[in-house]
């Protein structure tokens, strides 16, 4: 794991223990935005002080659990987290757990089984541990897209892991663009979810008067995007850009296939930006691309939350009618190679925006002020970082006699 600090936290612990530093700054918040207190990396306040929240994160995206730590002003936890020879998952902290909050950073992404038994076991033991509170921080949650049933017997996975993470004793959860908002439903009261909207990240990067020379249309890939679109037209025109709304519907013949697409909407003459939450295979975001520049778009652009990049996206994606992909670093993509070779392919990190939640649900704020359409901060804030590759690390064998029943 990188121990690099994160660009753009500007002070040293040392200089931020004051309790007068770290609280709520309504006129900084307006001179610099909301995420004011987590672009300087100030520590969280705490009743009990610091050493009572903890921070541990599984294998699915160390860079950006670390990121986010550091944007915290905190340090990352302890935790042993191994393999058995025949693949089972070992997990053992580090560190005293008895009474404190615990923040888990962990996607469960690429390889999603893995990622989330990892997930599932860190809770678990946390909760035998007797933590007082466990949140569960999951930018990217797997098997969001099985959230209904779509043909008579099919399970419906995002209810099934929802219940799943209940089960083990999971408190509270912050995700990030979660593909359909009505998976909050699928957890009871006593476990709500914070569904954070990544596309406060995209409006910084496409709002810039250098980015766009031609009216802007947002479009979104299919009815179910159609209110994520709308937020960030929304978000364009709160910035002074004013922009007109798209949609495609497309007609799969089977999963990640497209058959045909039809469209909704003028897009002529225009800078066409798609909004989505996921791209995995880039099927239906390239036949997206080429269907707009087919009905007159000047440029297609895409903003992505989740960048998975599954074969063979990246090879569309060079040869589709894309100008630039931005995604965010909640998941890493599947290779590392062929996502650097690309030049289209931008990352900006979502580690402050996920930093600043956690110390919201912490400080007992408001989360309101994180969808609020305004410029956050200085352009230094989203930094383009390096994408990794999800290989599963190098874990040795962990020998059974040593390790109590």
């Given at each position: ?108 992404s690429t390889p999603v089984n893995e990622h ?99 009216p802007v249309c947002i479009v979104a890939p ?153 410029s956050y901060a200085d352009a230094g804030t ?24």
């Open positions: 794991m990188s121990t690099e600090k994160t660009p753009g936290v500007k002070r040293s612990n040392a200089e931020l223990d004051t309790p007068q530093q770290q609280k709520f700054s309504p006129r900084k918040a307006l001179k610099h935005g909301p995420m004011w207190r987590s672009s300087e990396g100030l520590k969280v306040l705490s009743s009990k002080g610091n050493d009572n929240i903890l921070y541990l994160a599984g294998n699915a995206n160390p860079e950006l659990a670390q990121a986010v730590v550091e944007r915290l002003g905190a340090s990352m936890g302890k935790m042993d987290l191994k393999r058995f020879a025949d693949g089972e998952v070992f997990v053992k902290v580090d560190e005293i757990v008895r009474g404190k909050d615990v923040y888990i950073i962990q996607s469960t989330l038994m990892e997930l599932l076991l860190m809770i678990s033991t946390l909760r035998r541990a007797s933590a007082k509170r466990i949140t569960a921080v999951v930018p990217y949650y797997g098997y969001a897209r099985q959230d209904r049933k779509v043909n008579s017997r099919t399970p419906i996975s995002a209810a099934d892991v929802a219940k799943l993470l209940e089960t083990m004793g999971l408190d509270r959860m912050i995700s990030v663009d979660l593909h359909c908002g009505q998976i909050q439903g699928f957890f009871s009261p006593q476990v709500p979810i914070d569904n954070l909207q990544g596309h406060i990240i995209g409006l910084d990067w496409f709002s810039s008067k250098e980015k766009m020379k031609n299919d009815a179910g995007g159609v209110y994520r679109a709308k937020q960030f037209q929304d978000g364009m025109t709160s910035r002074g850009i004013s922009a007109s709304l798209a949609m495609l519907i497309k007609h799969r013949s089977k999963p990640n296939e497209i058959e045909s697409v039809d469209m909704v909407g003028d897009v002529k003459g225009c800078d066409a930006i798609i909004v989505d939450d996921i791209v995995d295979t880039a099927g239906t975001l390239c036949a997206a691309a080429g269907e707009l520049k087919r009905q007159g778009a000047a440029r297609v652009f895409a903003f992505i939350t989740h960048g998975i990049f599954s074969h063979p996206a990246v090879e569309r994606i060079e040869k589709s009618a894309l100008e630039e992909l931005l995604v965010t670093d909640t998941v890493r993509p599947v290779t590392k190679e062929a996502v650097d070779g690309c030049k289209k392919i931008k990352v900006v990190s979502a580690a402050m925006m996920i930093a600043d939640a956690v110390r919201r649900v912490h400080q007992k704020e408001s989360l309101m002020p994180l969808f609020d359409h305004k989203y930094l383009e970082t390096p994408l990794m590759v999800p290989q599963m690390p190098e874990m040795p064998a962990v020998d059974f006699e040593k390790v109590s029943p």
